[in-house]
């Protein structure tokens, strides 16, 4: 089992930036490919990004890429998000996951992901 839990979410104006964290507690959080996800009002969870379990390969969403960056800090069993350059678009609530599929892989699917934190909510205002 692994419990993720964000942090780092608020309100800011558009044009902003905000550094989510996702950290993990329970087994084996290296090794693991995770990713970022978001669900606005009235719409289905959507891709963000997704890194690698070492860091290595990164993938994004369209929406996102030059504004966004995913790392992740193994040794302190933390994943973060950087977004830079907000806009009232990227207003959802933000969920870190993480996938059983060890040492293989980015993956963009939800279907893909085995674990799931409770949300942290972003707000931009224009």
């Known amino acids: 089992q692994v419990q993720l839990v964000e942090s780092g979410g608020g309100l800011v104006q558009s044009g902003n930036s905000l550094r989510l964290f996702c950290t993990a507690a329970?087994?084996?959080?290296?090794?693991?490919?995770m990713g970022w996800f978001r669900q606005a009002p009235g719409k289905g969870r959507e891709f963000v990004s997704a890194?690698?379990?070492?860091?290595?390969?990164?993938l994004y969403t369209d929406s996102v890429k030059g504004r966004f960056t995913i790392s992740r800090d193994n040794a302190k069993r933390t994943m973060y998000l950087q977004m830079n350059s907000l806009k009232p678009e990227d207003t959802a609530v933000y969920y870190c996951?993480?996938?059983?599929?060890?040492?293989?892989?980015?993956?963009?699917?939800?279907?893909?992901?085995?674990?799931w934190g409770q949300g942290t909510q972003v707000s931009v205002s224009s």
């Open positions: 329970g087994h084996a959080f290296n090794g693991r490919p």
């Open positions: 996951a993480a996938t059983n599929q060890f040492h293989d892989g980015t993956y963009y699917s939800p279907g893909d992901y085995d674990y």
């Open positions: 890194i690698s379990w070492d860091g290595q390969r990164t």
